[in-house]
C-alpha cells in the first residue's frame, strides 16, 4: 500500500524560493510577486494516480500523472518549459525527476505527520517548502 498523500494543506514555510525561480530564468517582477505567495497544495490521489494542485493568488500550477510512468510535463505559468517527467516511490517519499533543459530538475515530496514537505531542485539551488494540513 502506498502512503496516502490526499488532502489539502497550507504553506507554512518557505525557503530558497527566490534561488529556485532564478534558476529557472523566472524574471525580476515574478519573483518579486511569487515569494510572497503562500500557496495551497492541493493532492488527490488514488494507489498511483495523482492530481496535484498549487494554488495561489497570482497563478495556478496543476500536474497530474502515475507514479512510475513517464509523462511530458509543461510547466504553464512557471518557466513555460517541456520536461519529461517521471515520479517514483522512494519508500513513503515521491521524488520526481524532470528531464529537459535544466540540469538536476526534481522534487520530493514526503509527510511528517500534519505536515507535507516538499524539496525543489535546479541546477544548484534548493528550495525546501512545508505546508500543513488544513483543518
Ligand atoms: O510543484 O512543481 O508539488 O507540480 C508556484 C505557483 C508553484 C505560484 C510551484 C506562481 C510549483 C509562481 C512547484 C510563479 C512563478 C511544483 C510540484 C510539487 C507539483
Known amino acids: 500500500m502506498p502512503a496516502n498523500y490526499n488532502g489539502t494543506y497550507n504553506m507554512i514555510s518557505n525557503e530558497n524560493f527566490e534561488s529556485y525561480m532564478r534558476a529557472l530564468g ?3 517582477a515574478t519573483r518579486k510577486i511569487a515569494n510572497l505567495l503562500k500557496p495551497q497544495k492541493v493532492i488527490e490521489q488514488n494507489g498511483d494516480f495523482f492530481r496535484m494542485k498549487t494554488i495561489s493568488s497570482f497563478r495556478n500550477y496543476s500536474t497530474e500523472f502515475t507514479v512510475g510512468t513517464e509523462y511530458e510535463e509543461e510547466t504553464k505559468g ?7 517527467s517521471m515520479v517514483t ?3 513513503d517519499k515521491l521524488v520526481c525527476i524532470q528531464k529537459g533543459e535544466k540540469k538536476n530538475r526534481g522534487w520530493k515530496h514526503w509527510l511528517e505527520e500534519d505536515e507535507l514537505h516538499l524539496e525543489l531542485t535546479c541546477e544548484d539551488a534548493v528550495c525546501k ?3 500543513k494540513r488544513a483543518p
Open 89 to 91: 516511490w522512494d519508500s
Open 78 to 84: 512557471l518557466d513555460n518549459r517541456k520536461c519529461k
Open 129 to 131: 517548502q512545508v505546508y
Open 26 to 28: 523566472i524574471d525580476f
